[in-house]
């Protein structure tokens, strides 16, 4: 029996050696904390297959918004990564005419880490991802209850020898989100 996917579809085809993942990225709940994060991003789901030397690659946005869905665009290469910004409205991806090329430094260490803490929204969505730069996998935290805040949070290990990139969506000046990547900076 074949599945049913509700909702919207686009295709971007990656060049050899690129790899490109996808994330959704909305307003958070108003019922969310004061200090609690604004925005939160959902990585979309998608299927692959090969033409050529290259991977076409349909992602599926399961809400779309009569006002159209925001997109965080990362697309992986050897030791950079290109960011770029795009909205799924109606039919048509609409993205940035110039992409930010964003050249990211190796973390390395000898010995397993632990990112800092971070606190989740209500649906335990996050407004930060870190991500493999070789698999393109998220690096999944481990959740715990804070009880002195009365919150949930999550703790990400980090594997020695290997290197991350880190993004985080924050509020920007005019209201809008601002995407901030990098290597994770690890608490000691």
């Known amino acids: ?13 990656d060049p050899q050696g690129v790899k490109t993942v996808i994330y959704e990225v909305s307003k958070a709940e108003k019922n969310v904390e004061k200090n609690g994060p604004k925005f939160v ?12 030397e290259k991977t076409k690659k349909t992602f599926f946005v399961n809400e779309p918004k009569p006002e159209g869905n925001r997109l965080a665009i990362f697309s992986f ?6 960011i770029n910004n795009g909205v799924l409205d109606g039919n048509k991806v609409l993205i940035s005419k110039e992409p930010l090329p964003f050249h990211f430094k190796t973390m390395y260490s000898e010995q397993e880490m632990e990112f800092k803490e971070f606190t989740y929204t209500p649906n335990l969505k996050r407004p930060i991802s870190i991500i493999d730069p070789e698999t393109t996998d998220e690096v999944k935290p481990i959740l715990y209850f804070d009880e002195k805040t009365n919150e949930v949070k999550g703790k990400c290990k ?3 020898y290997k290197s991350y990139f880190a993004f985080e969506v924050r509020q920007g000046e005019d209201d ?4 901030l990547g990098g290597s994770p900076v690890i608490e000691e």
């Open 176 to 179: 809008d989100f601002v995407l």
């Open 158 to 160: 980090l594997m020695p």
């Open 1 to 13: 029996m074949e599945q049913v996917i509700k909702g919207k579809h686009f295709s971007i085809t």
């Open 41 to 52: 991003i959902e990585r979309l789901d998608y299927t692959e297959e090969f033409v050529g």
């Open 77 to 82: 290469g050897k030791e950079k990564v290109v």
